[in-house]
């Protein structure tokens, strides 16, 4: 089998929103994402994990550069999009046409909010076939049973009958669905999940990411997950991306994460996490549990876990870079002085064994 | 649907009693009697008709009974549906059953009725066909203006939200405002006085709806001997420049301002970034996803635009001397005419009601989130 | 919302950290009312409006000093006198020392605010009582003496005022140029455009100095825009307040009422107020007379507190199920202290900013009645000026213009005001 190559390659990404400055200090501004880099392989799922305004949203925002511009701003990076007529392609240099024909055809995106992400006053059924008219030359006929089929994948009954209703006569994980199968309907290769169960209940979480993974064995798609949840990273995701104050501090497959955090945030973070039957006072918080291993390997410093990283500096230091600390697994540390280690792009071709996963 | 607009017709009655009610007690409150005020309105009138006023105003209202029976009087003379005799006058017959008789022997019929909106003394004619004559044409100027309001302060909105910071966007919004500061009745006299008057600008006529020689106009403008001659319908809209854009610059300014607002808050809207992700160009994401939700502040500002339009047509018609309602209104308070007064009133009610309901049909359609039930 | 469009940083801490931390608890906190204050002021447009604001309010205050034909000083057989400290009024009088007595109270920041407010209305009060009773014009006023005794020589020396004529001052005489033919008197506009005489914004028809009618206007603007604003906002809060708190019957009741006045055109129920009830001193009830312009602040009030209550109603709805009120409630106090102490200065907010946009509108109501000839008969006013503009049947650019501009200056500036103090109160609002 060739090396497969990656999807999605993120490389240095920076981007930057205008700070308030304080009085009479000159306004920062603030960097919602800073030197991050990751790789998407086909049918991947890729889990970027962080709390809110860890920049996890304004990455996969940018894949689709849906960030708006201004306020924000796009500093530095490159966002490398395998296209099978074009090769591959930068995305950050596209202009808005070709980015059009990005938008929903290869990279479609759901958002966290199913209430707020559907336009009010237009039926579910013209919402979707808007996407299929728009990037397939078809007829309208022929979105209409797209549209159909679509909203019948994704367990919606009746769906004739359901896609000339209004968003509002749907519940929370109905309307999920519908943007999901809106976001799938084009058939993309790549999906960005921004937090897709957040604002879910807890038996619509399951059945909405039970879904997704059926979907993407079905179709093959990779799948960007963004999310806060644990729990929802160990059931689904391949490989890892740990955020903190818009930097990636850790990288690695599911399993290596999981099962041997390195860096102070990873190891704070899963400490955190509750264990079922497994009966605790009270739980750690980040902070308590977020230390240094004591076997950190050898020619790497990791700087300590602080809540409120330098405004200039960043979060881990001025020279902290991703580097491969051992094999597939990347760190956001500094090499020790008279080491030589070069920070690396982190690509990670790891998928779990599917069927364990969905059994 | 058809059940909605009879329930909220019915819901608006009590208003529309109450506009009236507040008006006429206003009225029966003021100093001296109702035959007093209108009595006393000339002093040299004839002794007839001095006393044919009398009698009139005595089976209206009924001169010594309290203000509250004076008003039922009036409204029962008002209403479409009540007692009525057939023989008294033409003008008030009706369809009903029969209820009995009267002392004289005439039939009294329970039923539909022709509404009689009484007589008016300044005019000395009936209230109805000076409405009938005056009401067309106020109707006419608000119709112009509020389509008027309504396109150009979208297309201005939504440049000015679109261009957020841009020079326009800056210039507008403060223009904007200040716009709606401007008095109508400066902006008024100040366009009459430099745009109408000869010693400046005489481009537009002064006042009045149509030219001296309207009456002998072809419609249409056309080449014709002497020249080029405007014919009606421009000479018309050529007297109705003027009024019309006093008449809605200021909603034009306040609308403006509503929809650059109401753009800017739904151009963040999940929704719009979910078209966007769906790879949609700027302008259908603008115009289909962000303007739609944005209409809907709009439709619910149009019914309170029409009460503010009816006053401000009191005042443009009172500068540009157009016999509308408005000028009619005035000239009945200044000489209180209280059959004129309680008929503008009740008209004035009615077409604000009408843009009531018009409004909330419109949002019922806009909105699928509204219910008719 | 999602961090992309709103991204929220963790709040920036230098290696002091904890020294810059506390720095936000050094600065002493400052109540909401002083927050919103200095929030509004960052507006420019609310600075400019407070400036015209004050500008009127000075000209109110001390239009005598400014527009007057009683000359501030005279000297005549080499003795100094005033006439015009004898020719106050008793409302020039009371407004002056309300004027300095505001002043005064100012500067004295050690008392607390509330008894400041108190002092201020005694002030008004007892000076309004004691002038009214005391203080009479010489009758009659004969606006010329000074200015015919300085022509004659008899007096040695007259102080005039910077606007030497009062606004009822009919002055048919004042010629620069003693060879323009009087026919030519017909029009009087400003000096500066070239009017050889001596009136900085021309005549009215009448004669009348139209600089000093219009300073003298600001009082009656000022005192119908706040009075008016008033008596609509106390009325929109005792209708609205029981509405939205009792909701249900009362609600529906009370919203019909509301419709009802806010669906009549409002100016036709002005006009018709006004016209019904005619004369210097209309009988509003049987028995009670009172001044015109009472009766015009009256009916401004009266005509424009539904849309007060719509608001008091709408947040009075939204905070009766809030834990305080309920609190308040259980502890049994009377409904009087529940609507007006606990909840009344919560839902404050956007009434006070709709009384910004309504002394605008109360002013805009009053211009526009005298403009239709409703308004008073003789006291100047902006709205009656622009009517003369218009009346005699030529256009006199200068009434139509400088009137008009102070009507729209003045209603420009509240909307400013009431526009910062909108972005002030609610943040949410796009600017």
């Known amino acids: ?359 | 649907m058809t059940a909605y607009i009879l329930r909220r017709t019915l819901l608006m009655l009590p208003t529309l009693l109450g506009m009236t009610a507040v008006v006429f007690f206003i009225m029966a409150a003021a100093p001296g009697s109702v035959a007093e005020l209108l009595i006393s309105s000339d002093g040299e009138m004839r002794a007839g008709d001095r006393q044919a006023r009398i009698d009139y105003i005595k089976e209206r209202y009924g001169l010594d009974d309290p203000a509250p029976v004076q008003y039922l009087r009036w409204l029962h003379k008002v209403s479409p549906v009540g007692v009525f005799t057939d023989s008294t006058d033409d003008r008030v017959a009706g369809y009903g059953l029969r209820v009995g008789t009267d002392p004289q022997g005439v039939a009294t019929r329970l039923g539909l009725k022709t509404p009689d909106l009484g007589h008016s003394f300044i005019k000395n004619r009936p209230v109805t066909d000076i409405l009938a004559e005056t009401l067309p044409i106020t109707l006419l100027l608000n119709l112009l203006s509020v389509p008027l309001v309504y396109v150009i302060a979208i297309f201005s909105g939504v440049y000015a939200a679109r261009h957020r910071g841009g020079w326009f966007d800056v210039a507008s919004s403060s223009s904007m405002l200040a716009l709606w500061s401007v008095p109508t009745i400066w902006a008024g006299v100040l366009l009459q006085g430099f745009l109408a008057n000869e010693s400046y600008i005489s481009m537009f006529p002064t006042s009045g709806l149509h030219g001296l020689r309207a009456g002998e106009m072809r419609f249409l403008p056309m080449w014709g001997d002497g020249g080029f001659a405007p014919g009606w319908l421009l000479d018309t809209a050529w007297h109705l420049v003027l009024p019309v854009v006093c008449l809605s610059y200021g909603s034009f300014a306040f609308m403006s301002k509503l929809t650059r607002s109401a753009v800017l808050e739904n151009m963040h809207a999940d929704f719009v970034r979910t078209a966007r992700a769906k790879g949609l160009p700027d302008r259908v994401v603008l115009w289909q996803h962000t303007l739609r939700n944005s209409l809907l502040p709009l439709i619910t500002m149009g019914a309170f635009i029409i009460p503010g339009m009816l006053g401000g047509s009191v005042i443009v018609e009172y500068i540009f001397g157009i016999p509308g309602m408005g000028k009619l209104m005035i000239e009945a308070i200044e000489f209180k005419d209280q059959e004129v007064v309680m008929a503008v009133t009740l008209m004035g009610g009615v077409l604000t009601l009408i843009a009531y309901l018009v409004a909330d049909l419109c949002y019922a359609i806009a909105d699928p989130r509204v219910s008719y039930e | 919302m999602s961090d992309a469009a709103n991204p929220k940083p963790s709040p920036p801490i230098t290696a002091d950290g904890p020294a810059a931390a506390g720095h936000a608890s050094v600065t002493p906190r400052r109540s909401m009312t002083r927050q919103v204050i200095g929030e509004t002021l960052t507006h420019w447009g609310a600075r400019l409006g407070l400036v015209w604001v004050v500008a009127l309010v000075f000209m109110a205050v001390f239009a005598p000093l400014i527009a007057n034909s009683q000359p501030i000083a005279v000297r005549v057989d080499g003795r100094w006198s005033s006439p015009m400290l004898v020719h106050l009024g008793a409302l020039d009088v009371t407004l002056l020392v309300t004027f300095f007595a505001a002043a005064v109270l100012v500067m004295l920041r050690r008392i607390a605010a509330r008894w400041r407010w108190l002092a201020l209305l005694g002030v008004v009060v007892v000076t309004g009582v004691i002038a009214g009773l005391t203080v009479s014009v010489p009758q009659p006023v004969v606006h010329a003496q000074w200015r015919v005794a300085q022509a004659e020589g008899r007096a040695e020396r007259v102080v005039f005022a910077p606007i030497p004529y009062s606004p009822n001052d009919r002055v048919r005489d004042r010629v620069r140029d003693q060879s323009i033919d009087a026919a030519d008197l017909k029009d009087v506009g400003p000096w500066w455009a070239g009017h050889p005489h001596n009136h900085w914004l021309g005549q009215d028809p009448l004669r009348q100095d139209v600089a000093s009618r219009m300073i003298h206007a600001a009082r009656i603007a000022l005192g119908v825009g706040f009075i008016a604003t008033g008596i609509a906002m106390t009325l929109g809060i005792l209708i609205g307040a029981p509405m939205g708190y009792f909701a249900g019957a009362v609600d529906l009741i009370g919203m019909r009422l509301v419709e009802v006045f806010e669906f009549i055109p409002g100016l036709f129920l002005l006009l018709i107020f006004a016209a019904f009830f005619p004369g210097d001193y209309p009988e509003i009830i049987p028995g009670l007379k009172i001044q015109r312009i009472y009766l015009i602040m009256g009916i401004i009030g009266l005509t424009g507190w539904a849309g007060y209550a719509r608001f008091v109603r709408a947040e009075f709805l939204k905070i009766r199920k809030q834990d305080y009120v309920q609190a308040a409630k259980a502890c049994g106090l009377p409904l009087r202290s529940v609507l007006f102490k606990h909840m009344l200065p919560n839902g404050l907010a956007p009434v006070l900013v709709s009384a910004s946009f309504g002394v605008a509108s109360a002013i805009l109501a009053e211009a526009t009645l005298s403009f239709l000839g409703l308004g008073l008969n003789e006291d100047p006013s902006w709205g009656k000026l622009l009517d003369q503009a218009v009346k005699s049947g030529t256009f006199i650019w200068w009434i139509a213009i400088f009137p008009g501009a102070a009507i729209f200056l003045t209603v420009f500036a509240y909307n400013l005001i009431g526009e910062a103090l909108r972005d002030a109160i609610d943040p949410h609002t796009q600017r």
């Not at chain 1, 013209?126 to 209409?144: D, G, K």
């Open chain 1, 1 to 359: 089998m060739p090396e497969p190559k990656p999807l999605l390659q993120i490389e240095d990404l920076a981007v930057s929103f205008p700070g308030k400055g304080e009085r009479g200090r000159p306004a920062v501004r603030t960097q919602a994402v800073d030197r991050v880099s990751m790789s998407l392989f086909p049918g991947q799922t890729l889990a970027v994990v962080g709390e809110s305004g860890s920049g996890k949203s304004v990455s996969a925002l940018s894949v689709l550069r849906l960030v708006p511009t201004p306020p924000g701003h796009y500093d530095r990076g490159r966002i490398l999009w395998r296209d099978e007529k074009h090769g591959t392609v930068d995305l950050l240099t596209r202009n808005e046409k070709q980015m059009r024909s990005v938008r929903g055809n290869q990279i479609a995106m759901i958002f966290q909010e199913p209430m707020t992400s559907l336009n009010p006053v237009y039926t579910v059924g013209s919402q979707i076939m808007e996407a299929i008219t728009l990037h397939r030359a078809v007829t309208r006929a022929e979105a209409l049973a797209i549209t159909e089929r679509a909203l019948r994948d994704v367990g919606i009954a009746d769906p004739a009958q359901r896609l000339k209703e209004y968003p509002h006569q749907l519940s929370g994980g109905m309307r999920q669905r519908v943007m999901i199968a809106m976001a799938l309907a084009c058939e993309p290769e790549l999906l960005l999940a921004d937090e897709p169960t957040t604002a879910l209940d807890v038996t619509i979480q399951a059945q909405i990411l039970e879904l997704l993974r059926k979907l993407q064995q079905e179709k093959g798609m990779a799948i960007m997950l963004i999310t806060h949840d644990l729990g929802v990273v160990a059931e689904n995701a391949d490989v890892v991306a740990v955020m903190y104050a818009g930097r990636i501090c850790e990288y690695g497959s599911v399993l290596d994460i999981f099962d041997r955090p390195m860096h102070p945030y990873t190891r704070g973070l899963l400490a955190s996490m509750p264990v079922l039957g497994k009966a605790t006072h009270r739980l750690p918080t980040v902070m308590d549990a977020a230390t240094i291993p004591g076997d950190f390997p050898e020619g790497f410093i990791v700087a300590p876990h602080v809540e409120n990283p330098h405004p200039v500096d960043g979060y881990g230091g001025a020279a902290a870079r991703l580097y491969e600390v051992t094999p597939g697994r990347w760190v956001l540390c500094t090499p020790a002085p008279g080491h030589d280690a070069t920070p690396t792009l982190p690509v990670l071709d790891y998928k779990r064994d599917t069927m364990a996963a969905t059994s």
